[in-house]
């Protein structure tokens, strides 16, 4: 069978060549109690809720900074850093927790990114600098990019743990468990992290603002908090105990030309998504904020938001139902596509819904726009990126992919202000509004080509087979998968290599008694 991303070369993937064969006992079939076998994928994939929230917290605490300090804020260089800076963070955590949870441990690679996230949160949210505003904000900026470290643990450690988890679930639902415990938990945190500082400014008043973005900030620590004690009781996923490569050096030049051209197209259609979804949440606070006026309180804002937000978890849970029904590949095509359209039409109208009189008509619209993005890529770019590996090297596979995403979302949140100030009018001017759904809707469309033509089909068995192949592709070429796996499993282990020597084997005739 020739697929994308693999060399010329055939490979025998048939289905002789199965997971009993090689480890004895299929994947879903371990004997472990239904619970069992579900709490591991919640463990790794709900500390993505930290990531939507301290990632979208910061635009929320971007506009309270612009309202305590005003000039001194927006004139800086601080506006940008602050709200940029943990993707940069993010970037450096996925590639190293990438190469940690495929060299050493998923688990430790989880439970260390669990410490990072509540360290940096809680320094975060005490950042002093010396008493100046701007050692405040330099302090406070230095502290994200280090958040950002922990954050990035989350995404090759905890996202591709769930997915080997989700193996040893009930096939035809596995794609929803592992939706509903990445990017819906992404999602929530998204949610919350409009709808905490909404409740912290009332609680507060506008009087003390600044004690409000320090205590919105804090409130990060109790999500990676929470799960320590799972994420210490886990243990190694059934599927990287069977496939790692931990033990033997990676045939890098094989592990390339199999799987360079498929990276490539994962990593451009993340890119393209983040580099929309992350730019769109930082900045919706401060579009609402205009659209509604200048006399309107900071917590109305936050408020308007949060019904902005909402509208994440319709299309996140609706998809992951979709996903299991008609593959990830239909649904991202699809959605994706449709999101590109309700961006033009709104972009297209946008001049009308821009008054403080019809708010509520940009939220409705605004909020469709994002929910076909996550019924979409939302949902399924993750899954694609954690199914369309083998398990020996998922880890940084998707570590490289996702640090693709996020450098997406880094370049967005650069080019989205630069579009709208270039804008006629400038950023408050009706093309301000407009022109980044323009581009955004632009990508959608492109995004959704690329994905129809080059992603490969993933289904329910995706990870084993793909590890099949993985493993036909190695012996094709002459490397010894009995290397492959934890020392118990090198034990019972056996190649195509061993199949054929036992068939070469002379049969030696049976003595007669």
Not at 15 to 41: A, C, F, M, Y
Not at 75 to 86: E, G, K, Y
Not at 154 to 176: D, I, M, Q
Not at 334 to 357: E, K, N, P, R, W
Request: glycine fraction near 10%; hydrophobic fraction near 45%.
């Amino acid at each position: 069978m020739k697929f994308l991303g693999s060399s010329s070369k055939e490979v025998n993937d048939s289905p002789e060549r199965n997971e009993v064969d090689i480890h004895g006992v299929p994947l879903e079939n371990p004997q472990k109690s239904r619970w069992e076998r579900s709490w591991p994928t919640i463990a790794c994939g709900a500390g993505l809720f930290s990531d939507g929230y301290l990632n979208g917290v910061i635009g929320q605490v971007n506009t309270i900074l612009k309202t305590l300090y005003k000039k001194e804020y927006t004139n800086s260089s601080a506006q940008r850093n602050v709200n940029s800076i943990a993707f940069a963070g993010t970037v450096v955590g996925q590639l190293f927790f990438g190469w940690y949870s495929d060299n050493l441990s998923r688990k430790w690679a989880l439970f260390i990114s669990t410490i990072v996230l509540f360290i940096f949160a809680a320094l975060g949210a005490g950042s002093y600098g010396g008493g100046s505003i701007n050692g405040m904000l330099q302090a406070l900026t230095a502290w994200r990019f280090l958040l950002g470290i922990g954050i990035g643990g989350e995404y090759p450690a905890g996202s591709v743990a769930c997915a080997e988890s989700t193996g040893e679930l009930k096939e035809g639902h596995r794609n929803r468990w592992f939706i509903m415990f990445t990017n819906v938990q992404i999602d929530i945190g998204f949610v919350a992290s409009t709808l905490v500082p909404m409740i912290v400014v009332l609680a507060c008043t506008d009087s003390h603002l600044r004690a409000a973005w320090r205590i919105c900030l804090g409130l990060g620590v109790i999500p990676p908090l929470s799960l320590l004690y799972l994420r210490l009781k886990l243990q190694e996923p059934e599927e990287f105990n069977r496939e790692t490569m931990k033990n033997t050096k990676t045939p890098w030049w094989l592990v390339i030309k199999f799987y360079w051209f498929r990276l490539a197209i994962v990593s451009l259609i993340w890119f393209i998504y983040d580099f929309s979804s992350y730019s769109f949440s930082i900045y919706s606070s401060q579009w609402i904020s205009i659209i509604l006026g200048n006399d309107t309180s900071i917590w109305r804002s936050f408020g308007w938001n949060t019904l902005v937000n909402f509208f994440y978890l319709p299309g996140a849970i609706m998809g992951a139902f979709i996903s299991d029904w008609i593959g990830p590949k239909k649904a991202l095509v699809i959605f994706v596509t449709l999101q590109g359209i309700v961006g033009f039409i709104m972009a297209g109208c946008y001049g009308l819904l821009d008054h403080s009189s019809t708010v509520a008509g940009f939220v409705v619209v605004y909020g469709i726009f994002l929910s076909l993005g996550e019924a979409g890529p939302g949902d399924n770019i993750g899954l694609v990126a954690s199914k369309t590996s083998a398990t020996a090297v998922r880890g940084q596979y998707y570590a490289i992919a996702a640090a693709f995403g996020k450098i997406g979302a880094f370049v967005g949140t650069y080019v989205f202000p630069i579009i709208q100030n270039n804008a006629p009018g400038g950023a408050d001017g009706t093309r301000g509004g407009q022109d980044p759904f323009f581009v955004s809707s632009s990508l959608c469309i492109f995004s959704g080509l690329i994905a129809f033509f080059f992603l490969p089909h993933i289904g329910q068995d995706t990870i084993t087979t793909e590890d099949i192949k993985f493993r036909a592709y190695l012996e094709e070429n002459g490397w010894d998968t009995r290397q492959m796996g934890s020392k118990e499993y090198q034990m019972g282990s056996r190649s195509s290599v061993d199949n054929r020597l036992d068939s070469e084997k002379p049969v030696e005739p049976v003595e007669k008694v």
